[in-house]
């Protein structure tokens, strides 16, 4: 195994900047200048992604920025010793020692478990003093080395005895009984999951941490530490002993059900290094509380604090969103499936195959064709197999409201949700209450069983509560709601709703289309762009020869989604020299992604220069939507892109029609970036710094923004992304 750190890699008593920005560029920079990371941008975007989502700094001036990225080629480690410190977002003030873990996207788990043990080591006190003495880069790699157990000094036990931390964890995991045996006083048990997006850094301290804390406060604590060097599950014994049981998550729990009936409090990863022995207490007391707050079997995913803001519960727009967007992607496989087979059946039995299939399926086969068929069909053995593929796809399509309500259903009350939604949602068929119906009919299924197992039921009744209890009155109370209550408005505003999408021509259709166009370039797959996709791919089954404008709309949301991704692949074609190598890179890509209607292929260039890219995409995607309803152009597949061009009617006016926006997009994209200087003064004096090393009248402006290091990566490149706007 290669070394992790080295002598390059260390970088002491530098002054880098008053940003954490700047400080992650430079080690990012580092790490590049060793051979270790193909673009320095790549890694230090990614890090700082990961920062933005939750600061890495911790307490005792340390910060732990990392990140796993394709653009690393072998796991490192690199660290600087800050004079100035920065502020990395710790409660307690800046940091002075800057650890930067760089992992590749597939690293492997005994590398990661390196990277972990590091992490452990910096919440101890003794570690970091050490660090915080050295004189020379060697005694820094001598000290993280023998930390991550890769050689053997004389003082190593004394230090293991001095920092009994990971110890701790490593007993407690062990032999989570042991400590009650041997006192007569029967301390408390908590037991804790860990888990960051990364899965790197911030889990397993934030485990070392609660363990040292309960250890200090008498209290007896088991860690799970849910990371990307693997997952050792508690004993189900261990968590029934329990008396209360934190989360400190910054991504889902895996298999959280198993806590179901326990006390516990949930908060963002990095408060488990903040406050741990406050989130002890604070679940102590939710389990003495008479009313404190127990995990429901029913919805084992519900009822979270926020993961992004401490203590603040999810907010009513979030949860909406996060619920309505599960429902969408469990739906998507089945329009996806059922919208391509049915186009392949038109294609094969013609457009008048819908007045046939079924009586052919059930009356025919391949030793008995068909003699009654449209003359569209492909003889015998087409109009046979386009009957199959209709009606299978159209039994797909059938199960599309049942699965939105079903699966909205389950994310608001897990699984004793789905089959109340998928109940529901069928009764919004039956009612003709359309995709509306089931968005209403998924969130009245959920919050009725989510509310049915909030009850505390006795011991005896928990085991039947998800799998017969809740389905059942949940299913009882929402289907006869959608029966009595909401079915017929619904049905009637769903009914008025096609009629009006079904007379817009002209003026209207081409407004239509510039809306759900610039719909979908605005977020790039984000929750607008799934309304509009949604809108779309909920009508798909409406559509018909003598009613196509379902099919119309259909159209205009794919052929608009391929823009972005298209439009930056040409400007990165056209002129490569504005665009970092990553970003060139991902241009490459970008064409297959945005032929394939992928619209999150334009994500990369969107992150690093949202002010110019999203307008830009907006507007050449606007368009295309406009041209597409004006040409009236159909799909009857919901995917694709041109890779389904047997589903696309006027094929050569939907090309045309990306073509154009792709070309205005790409346009707009270059003149911004040449024109407009990024942000403002900030983005000034980052162009200034980023060109600070090809140019002697920069270098003289005093940057503090960069190590010699990050002047020598940037010199390696001169031209990055964003770095200097007026260059072409």
């Not at 492997?108 to 006190?125: E, N, P």
């Not at 301390?187 to 860990?194: D, G, K, L, M, Q």
């Not at 939604?421 to 209403?440: E, H, R, S, Y």
């Not at 379902?550 to 823009?563: D, N, Q, R, S, Y």
Request: glycine share 10%; proline share 5%; hydrophobic share 50%.
């Amino acid at each position: 195994m290669t070394s992790l750190i080295t002598t390059d890699l260390v970088v002491l008593d530098a002054d880098q900047g008053t940003e954490s920005s700047a400080v992650i560029r430079a080690l990012a920079a580092t790490i590049a200048e060793q051979g270790r990371a193909n673009s320095a941008d790549g890694l230090a975007d990614a890090a700082i992604a990961r920062e933005e989502k939750t600061p890495t700094g911790v307490p005792g001036g340390i910060a732990i920025p990392h990140a796993r990225t394709e653009a690393v080629t072998e796991p490192s480690l690199a660290m600087v010793r800050l004079n100035p410190p920065v502020d990395f977002g710790a409660k307690d003030g800046p940091a002075d020692l800057v650890f930067m873990i760089a992992a590749p996207e597939g690293a492997g788990k005994d590398h990661l478990k390196l990277l972990s043990k590091l992490a452990r080591s910096l919440v101890k006190k003794d570690f970091v003093a050490y660090l915080r003495a050295a004189t020379t880069e060697q005694e820094v790699v001598d000290l993280v080395e023998t930390a991550l157990g890769l050689r053997e000094t004389p003082e190593e036990s004394t230090s293991t005895e001095s920092t009994p931390t990971g110890a701790s964890t490593a007993a407690a995991s062990a032999a989570p009984t042991e400590s009650a045996s041997s006192s007569t006083d029967h301390p408390r048990r908590v037991v804790a999951v860990t888990a960051c997006p990364t899965g790197i850094a911030h889990t397993y301290m934030a485990a070392d941490a609660l363990a040292q804390a309960g250890s200090d406060m008498g209290i007896d604590v088991v860690t799970e530490t849910q990371g990307s060097s693997g997952t050792t599950p508690l004993d189900q014994s261990v968590i029934d002993a329990a008396d209360a049981v934190v989360f400190a998550v910054d991504v889902d729990v895996r298999d959280k059900a198993r806590f179901a009936g326990k006390p516990y409090v949930q908060v963002p990863v990095k408060a488990g290094i903040d406050d741990p022995q406050g989130l002890i207490a604070k679940a102590l007391a939710e389990a003495d509380a008479p009313n404190g707050r127990r995990l429901a079997a029913a919805h084992a995913a519900a009822d979270d604090e926020s993961s992004t803001a401490g203590n603040s519960r999810e907010s009513i727009g979030a949860h909406l969103k996060r619920v309505l967007l599960t429902g969408v992607s469990y739906m998507i496989p089945f329009v996806a499936a059922g919208g391509l087979l049915m186009a392949l059946g038109f294609l094969l039995g013609g457009f008048d195959i819908p007045d046939y299939a079924e009586d052919i399926v059930l009356g025919n086969s391949l030793w008995n064709l068909p003699t009654e068929y449209g003359d569209l069909a492909l003889g015998p053995v087409g109009a046979y197999l386009g009957a199959v593929a209709f009606q299978i796809g159209n039994l797909s399509m059938s199960f599309l409201v049942a699965a939105l309500a079903g699966y909205i259903a389950y994310g608001i009350a897990d699984r004793p949700g789905i089959a109340p939604g998928f109940t529901v949602g069928a009764v919004a068929v039956l009612m003709g209450a359309g995709f509306i119906g089931g968005i209403i009919g998924g969130l009245l299924a959920g919050y009725i069983a989510h509310w049915i197992g909030s009850f505390a039921a006795p011991r005896w009744l928990r085991g039947l509560m998800p799998v017969v209890i809740i389905p059942l009155v949940a299913s009882l109370v929402s289907s006869s709601l959608m029966f009595m209550v909401l079915g017929g408005p619904i049905s009637a505003l769903t009914k008025g709703l096609d009629s009006w999408l079904s007379s817009m021509t002209g003026t209207a259709a081409v407004v239509l289309g510039l809306i759900l166009g610039a719909m979908m370039a605005v977020d790039l797959g984000g929750p607008v762009n799934k309304v509009a996709y949604s809108f779309a791919v909920a009508g798909l089954a409406a559509g018909s020869v003598d009613n196509p404008v379902p099919w119309e709309i259909m159209a205009t949301v794919m052929a608009a989604g391929m823009v972005p991704p298209l439009a930056m692949a040409l400007a990165t074609a056209v002129r490569p020299r504005i665009f970092s190598q990553a970003e060139k890179e991902n241009g490459k890509a970008a064409w297959l992604l945005g032929a394939a209607f992928i619209s999150e292929g334009a994500i990369p260039f969107a992150a690093s220069d949202p002010l110019r890219v999203i307008p830009a995409s907006v507007v050449g995607a606007g368009v295309t939507g406009g041209m597409t309803m004006a040409f009236s152009v159909t799909s009857q597949a919901p995917h694709g892109g041109v890779f389904v061009f047997f589903a696309i009617d006027s094929f050569l006016l939907f090309l045309l029609s990306v073509v154009v926006g792709t070309i205005i997009s790409a346009v707009l994209v270059l003149a911004l970036k040449i024109l407009v200087r990024k942000g403002g003064a900030a983005g000034l004096a980052e162009a200034a710094d980023r060109s600070a090393p090809a140019t002697t009248a920069a270098a003289s402006t005093g940057s503090t923004t960069g190590s010699g290091s990050a002047g020598e990566a940037q010199q390696a490149e001169p031209v990055s992304s964003n770095a200097d706007a007026t260059r072409v």
